[in-house]
């Protein structure tokens, strides 16, 4: 077989493939040249006597013509198989489609990916720390007391080797610290502990989401635009925003921070208790004792930090009553949002 013999098989093949009129023709034009015993088996065999010098090209158009053919082949019994379903025999049009189900992703992941996304756009980074704690990270360094009621066993779960499950995000604070020099931004969401008897708005085990800012000349009115900036993206533009004098140990000052209600927009209602207000995160000055205790100089830099809820802020945007619906995997309640 010659190389031209081969460029007209080819040819041969795929108009006999373009004219096949049906499937069954088709299928014969398959077996003809596809097949075991068919002909591009042979012309493969042929090959070894093809002169030196064509043998290149000719391997190129044997590839080509297996390629090109089982596309085609595969292109028509496609077609056949379309116009069959509009009307030939064995399809029943009246038969329900088939429907798959899509899953949705945990309301707990789609605010934490809220909250992330909003931080990441004024710089923000994400950083990670594990569930199981040193009471340093956890406590000691973050400047907490050692009569501290957070550190009684009452309330904080410790390990038999003397370590606990963090009872906040706040030791990947103490960990970013003492791992990069300032400046630092950072978020960090995450599972906490808590001795806490489930009920309707607590639960032994939630998540939070930690922030940290720190630079040269930080000051309480940035910690004031953060938050408000990240109210409005969460909320809406409507949003106002209150900061309240409180107390944390590991920052001075320390605020809570409360968003008008969402439902009464500040009128006052049954869900804000009629103050207009809702609590949603603790923030505040990075306390100097903290700086001193990953190392940095409380001279050269100051920040803020912050901290929040996500069960609470997730029950608060998809009006969820009691918390436990968030952890019973019912799909009935989890496909709603
Ligand atoms: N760790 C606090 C808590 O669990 C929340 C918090 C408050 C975090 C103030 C902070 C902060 O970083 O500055 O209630």
Same mark, same amino acid.
């Given at each position: 077989?010659?190389? =031209?013999?081969?460029?007209?098989?080819?040819?041969?093949?795929?108009?006999?493939?373009?004219?096949? #009129?049906?499937?069954?023709?088709?299928?014969?034009?398959?077996?003809?040249?596809?097949?075991?015993?068919?002909?591009? %088996?042979?012309?493969?065999?042929?090959?070894?006597?093809?002169?030196?010098?064509?043998?290149?090209?000719?391997?190129?158009?044997?590839?080509?013509?297996?390629?090109?053919?089982?596309?085609?082949?595969?292109?028509?019994?496609?077609?056949?198989?379309?116009?069959? #379903?509009?009307?030939?025999?064995?399809?029943?049009?009246?038969?329900?489609? =088939?429907?798959?189900?899509?899953?949705?992703?945990? %309301?707990?992941?789609?605010?934490?990916?809220?909250?992330?996304?909003?931080?990441? /756009?004024?710089?923000?980074?994400?950083?990670?720390?594990?569930?199981?704690?040193? *009471?340093?990270?956890?406590?000691? #360094?973050?400047?907490?007391?050692?009569?501290?009621?957070?550190?009684?066993?009452?309330?904080?779960?410790?390990?038999?080797?003397?370590?606990?499950?963090?009872?906040?995000?706040?030791?990947?604070? *103490?960990?970013?610290?003492?791992?990069?020099?300032?400046?630092?931004?950072?978020?960090?969401?995450?599972?906490?502990?808590?001795?806490?008897?489930?009920?309707? /708005?607590?639960?032994?085990?939630?998540?939070?989401?930690?922030?940290?800012?720190?630079?040269?000349?930080?000051?309480?009115?940035?910690?004031?635009?953060?938050?408000?900036?990240?109210?409005?993206?969460?909320?809406?533009?409507?949003?106002?925003?209150?900061?309240?004098?409180?107390?944390?140990?590991?920052?001075?000052?320390? $605020?809570?921070?409360?968003?008008?209600?969402?439902?009464?927009?500040?009128?006052?209602?049954?869900?804000?208790?009629?103050?207009?207000?809702?609590?949603?995160?603790? #923030?505040?000055?990075?306390?100097?004792?903290?700086? =001193?205790?990953?190392? !940095?100089?409380?001279?050269?830099?100051?920040?803020?930090?912050?901290?929040?809820?996500?069960?609470?802020?997730?029950?608060?945007? !998809?009006?969820?009553?009691?918390?436990?619906?968030?952890?019973?995997?019912? $799909?009935?309640?989890?496909?709603?949002?």
């Amino acid at each position: 077989m010659t190389l =031209q013999d081969l460029i007209d098989l080819k040819a041969k093949a795929l108009a006999e493939a373009e004219g096949a #009129a049906d499937a069954s023709a088709l299928e014969a034009v398959r077996i003809e040249y596809l097949g075991r015993k068919g002909l591009l %088996p042979k012309v493969m065999q042929a090959l070894k006597d093809v002169p030196g010098e064509d043998k290149p090209m000719f391997g190129k158009t044997v590839n080509e013509l297996k390629n090109e053919l089982t596309e085609l082949i595969r292109q028509k019994q496609a077609g056949f198989a379309g116009s069959g #379903a509009s009307g030939g025999e064995g399809f029943d049009l009246t038969q329900p489609g =088939q429907w798959q189900a899509l899953g949705t992703r945990h %309301p707990i992941t789609q605010i934490t990916d809220r909250i992330i996304r909003i931080f990441q /756009t004024l710089g923000f980074t994400v950083a990670d720390g594990p569930d199981i704690e040193t *009471v340093w990270n956890n406590f000691d #360094a973050l400047n907490t007391p050692a009569d501290h009621p957070s550190r009684d066993e009452q309330d904080t779960f410790y390990l038999d080797n003397g370590d606990l499950m963090r009872c906040h995000t706040s030791p990947v604070q *103490v960990r970013y610290m003492m791992e990069h020099p300032p400046p630092v931004r950072i978020i960090s969401p995450g599972r906490c502990y808590r001795r806490d008897t489930p009920d309707a /708005t607590h639960s032994a085990n939630f998540h939070q989401v930690e922030g940290l800012f720190v630079d040269e000349q930080v000051s309480l009115a940035d910690l004031k635009g953060t938050l408000s900036y990240f109210a409005k993206e969460l909320m809406g533009p409507d949003v106002k925003v209150r900061f309240r004098p409180h107390f944390f140990p590991f920052t001075e000052p320390s $605020v809570e921070v409360d968003f008008t209600c969402h439902v009464c927009h500040g009128k006052g209602c049954r869900v804000c208790k009629n103050s207009g207000w809702i609590e949603i995160l603790g #923030a505040g000055m990075v306390d100097p004792n903290v700086f =001193q205790s990953v190392g !940095y100089d409380p001279a050269k830099v100051t920040g803020f930090a912050f901290g929040m809820g996500i069960e609470r802020i997730t029950m608060i945007l !998809y009006g969820i009553h009691d918390i436990r619906n968030l952890y019973e995997n019912d $799909v009935r309640f989890l496909s709603q949002f």
